[in-house]
């Protein structure tokens, strides 16, 4: 069964940074593409970032470019996420899914529950 967790979310003052983790099992994470997508209050679910199997390819959403890092750690089956120079509008969940997103999201994607980002003054 195929298992995505993911941590790390919380509340910052715009300008601020987190980083997102997401421990996966169930499947040979390091033979997957994976991305970070995430929904904002009263949106659909978005592609923020996506890294190829060997992290040798990544993308950037154009409104989260020079901000976000995205990385993974295959021997530990772990995603990762560093959130930079947080603006209100980063505010979502934020879900870690299997796949390799520029564009839509499909609803059939692997994802996990989601870690709640919220940046506020």
């Known amino acids: 069964e195929v298992r995505l967790v993911e941590s790390g979310g919380g509340l910052v003052q715009p300008g601020g940074s987190l980083k997102l983790s997401c421990a996966t099992s169930?499947?040979?994470?390091?033979?997957?593409?994976m991305s970070w997508v995430r929904q904002a209050p009263g949106k659909g679910l978005e592609p923020v970032s996506s890294i190829h199997y060997n992290g040798g390819s990544t993308y950037y959403a154009d409104s989260v470019k020079g901000r976000f890092t995205i990385s993974r750690d295959n021997a530990k089956n772990t995603l990762y996420l560093q959130l930079n120079s947080l603006k209100t509008e980063d505010t979502a969940m934020y879900y870690c899914?299997?796949?390799?997103?520029?564009?839509?999201?499909?609803?059939?994607?692997?994802r996990g529950q989601g870690t709640e980002v919220t940046v506020s003054s």
């Open positions: 169930g499947f040979t994470f390091s033979g997957f593409p």
């Open positions: 899914a299997v796949g390799y997103f520029d564009d839509a999201v499909p609803s059939s994607a692997a």
